[in-house]
């Protein structure tokens, strides 16, 4: 009867020793849930975040490029303005040219007649190549053989020291109006120097555009 009574308290002991360890397992178990619990939420909040900055440069990238597109469309459009400007200036010196030559000598001016071909006009198409297309047309047009000599002996000083005098101002040049009236400007001061290379020219231009 003894021995019968002392093993049954040892499985009392052994059932309360594992209910205690499975109510510790339980404890962990519980614990683990909040953490994990914490642990996603920190998770997500973190995803939310990440995305509302990604959305926010998105929009600012976005509006910077299309502040960039607006500022060529509208640099495009002033050269192309000038371009007819000085068209339109250089058929008005042809033309008092051949009427000055006078009625004898009119086959002879006909014959050495400067002829320049025109460049084709900018048609607002913003391809890359298209864009590279007019920009060359526009140079040859520019380069062709004599025209910038006849053309600076119209509009332009032929002494070094006003040649001076015209680097000095478009070095100091700076665009405060708008953009037509800064390039008209600058064009003008071109023109007064001789042999500036594309560079310095690009150089110069860019540096007096506003900030």
């Not at 959305?55 to 490029?65: G, S, Y």
């Not at 391809?127 to 590279?132: D, G, I, L, Q």
Request: proline letters at 2%; hydrophobic letters at 35%.
């Amino acid at each position: 009867m003894d021995v019968l009574e002392a093993r049954m308290a040892g499985l009392e002991e052994s059932v309360s020793g594992s209910q205690t360890t499975l109510s510790d397992v339980v404890g962990c178990l519980d614990g683990l849930e909040a953490d994990y619990g914490e642990i996603t939420q920190a998770t997500k909040s973190m995803i939310r975040e990440f995305q509302k900055g990604f959305k926010e440069n998105i929009c600012f990238l976005t509006q910077e490029l299309r502040n960039l597109r607006t500022f060529v469309e509208h640099v495009l459009r002033a050269v192309h303005v000038e371009v007819e400007e000085v068209r339109t200036e250089w058929a008005s010196y042809q033309s008092s040219q051949t009427v000055g030559v006078g009625a004898t000598t009119s086959t002879n001016t006909n014959t050495n007649t400067i002829q320049i071909p025109k460049p084709s006009t900018y048609n607002n198409n913003r391809k890359a190549m298209e864009v590279e297309n007019f920009l060359f047309g526009l140079e040859q047009y520019f380069e062709v053989k004599g025209f910038k000599r006849e053309l600076k002996k119209q509009f332009s000083p032929t002494n070094a020291e006003k040649e001076a005098c015209g680097r000095l101002r478009l070095r100091h040049l700076k665009q405060s109006g708008s953009i037509p009236d800064y390039i008209k400007e600058f064009t003008t001061l071109i023109l007064e120097i001789e042999d500036m290379s594309g560079k310095d020219k690009l150089f110069y231009f860019m540096d007096g555009l506003k900030d």
